[in-house]
């Protein structure tokens, strides 16, 4: 089996429209997957529908931002798309990304680099975001690439970045279950924190409804055992994806971790079963 459930689309800050990204899947010979935009669920229906004609198996997920500004991120599979629950979220999530972006584009303006703030806020056909302004500042040609953008102007501690509400995690997990998903943690390697702070908040989100972690992220190739060591301690599901946004990230590409994923059948299946169970 070669799955990837971590991908990206127009509905947040990837590159490729649904369909296309599932046509791409099929050109890797994916046959599993499972579309997770960044605070939405708009790019779910299209997806699904396209890889039901290509007989790809399809998981509808998510992957909602919680935390502030340390970044937590995460996933939710099997959720009701429109769940009233993620609906109200997202639409407090969106306005929130409105205001934060025209800041950071407001301090961009008093360094120097001025963007145009309409064609911004189009090229985002879903949710709008850092990696928007990025690319809008290459375009520009005040950096050479999205990740100079980042590097010297987007990320925390950097001249434009501007914090982000805090959204507490262990309530983004119940919004996730409300919504009849499976909560997983996102590629906790990008959490950066060391184990002994990492394992209290673990048990926390367990309580809270968490029931995996992610393993197989590209950021997390060399060290994938001792995270499966990790998610087995706690007793949770394991599951991997590629992260996939775009060809100029350096997440890698389209199921990229597939090959690594040996025992994605198996933790497929538990997936699986643990969202049948959130159905009931
Ligand atoms: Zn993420
Ligand atoms: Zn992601």
């Known amino acids: 089996m070669r799955a990837d459930l971590h991908i990206h689309t127009t509905a947040s800050d990837g590159i490729f429209p ?4 599932v046509a791409m899947a099929k050109e890797h010979n994916l046959n599993v997957i499972a579309v997770t935009d960044h605070d939405t669920t708009s790019g779910i229906s299209g997806a ?12 509808p997920g998510v992957e909602i931002s919680a935390g502030g500004d340390l970044e937590i991120h995460v996933l939710g599979y099997g959720i009701n798309p429109d769940a009233k629950s993620l609906k109200t979220l997202f639409s407090a999530m969106q306005d ?24 911004v806020f189009a090229s ?3 949710v709008v975001g850092r990696p928007h302004i990025a690319r809008a500042m290459v375009e520009k040609g005040y950096v050479p690439t999205v990740q100079d953008a980042f590097r ?60 995996g972690i992610e ?24 599951t991997g994806g590629s992260d996939y946004h775009a060809p100029d990230r350096a997440d890698g590409p389209l199921g990229g971790v597939a090959a690594d994923w040996q025992t994605a059948e198996n933790d497929i299946q538990h997936l699986q079963t643990l969202i049948g169970h959130a159905l009931q």
């Not at 649904?18 to 990204?21: C, D, F, L, N, S």
């Open 152 to 211: 010297k102007y987007l990320s925390k501690g950097k001249p434009a970045f501007v914090s982000r509400e805090k959204l507490d995690t262990a309530h983004v997990i119940r919004i996730l279950t409300e919504a009849g998903g499976v909560p997983v943690l996102a590629h906790p390697t990008l959490l950066n924190m060391p184990q002994e702070h990492l394992l209290p908040l673990l048990s926390q989100w367990k309580d809270a409804g968490l029931m």
């Open 18 to 21: 649904p369909e296309a990204i």
């Open 48 to 59: 699904q529908a396209a890889a039901n004609d290509l007989q790809i198996t399809f998981i």
């Open 96 to 119: 929130e990304r409105i205001m934060r972006t025209k800041a950071i584009l407001q301090r961009l303006e008093q360094l120097g680099c001025p963007l145009d703030s309409e064609a």
């Open 124 to 126: 985002a056909m879903g």
């Open 215 to 238: 393993v197989y992220h590209p950021t997390q190739r060399g060290a994938f055992d001792s995270w499966r060591r990790l998610a087995d301690r706690f007793g949770f599901l394991i």
